[in-house]
């Protein structure tokens, strides 16, 4: 197939891919976003409104099914989420904050905490 082709029709696949999101967290003239860790997020943004430590299920290996809470909680170490609610202010929606392993791995908006 003729090179100008095959890179024209690379180019048009490139622009029609969705692009990457990553949702930051804009406070005190810092932006805080996925990856930082906890004590980041404390120095650009303060204290949240509301904090909240959660154990996420535990799977078994390459497969969908969770392990049952017996074995769970007795043999399989639990991973812990936290949730961090900032209240940004009127006219802005309230912000969640969740990490995983001590590092932010969302950021969403929204009225209500879920």
Not at 7 to 23: G, S, Y
Not at 32 to 40: F, L, N, P, V
Not at 66 to 81: D, H, I, R, T, W
Request: hydrophobic residues 40%; aromatic residues 8%; positive net charge.
């Amino acid at each position: 197939m003729n090179p100008r082709i095959l890179l024209a029709i690379a180019a048009v696949a490139a622009l029609l891919a969705p692009p990457a999101r990553a949702e930051s967290l804009r406070c005190n003239g810092s932006s805080a976003g996925e990856g930082d860790s906890r004590t980041a997020v404390l120095y650009k943004c303060g204290p949240p409104l509301l904090r909240d430590v959660q154990c996420a299920p535990v799977y078994y290996v390459q497969t969908l099914q969770p392990v049952p809470e017996p074995f769970a909680s007795s043999f399989v170490p639990c991973l812990p989420v936290e949730e961090w609610l900032y209240e940004r202010g009127p006219g802005n929606l309230v912000a969640t904050v969740r990490f995983r392993s001590g590092v932010v791995q969302s950021i969403t908006y929204g009225q209500q905490p879920r």
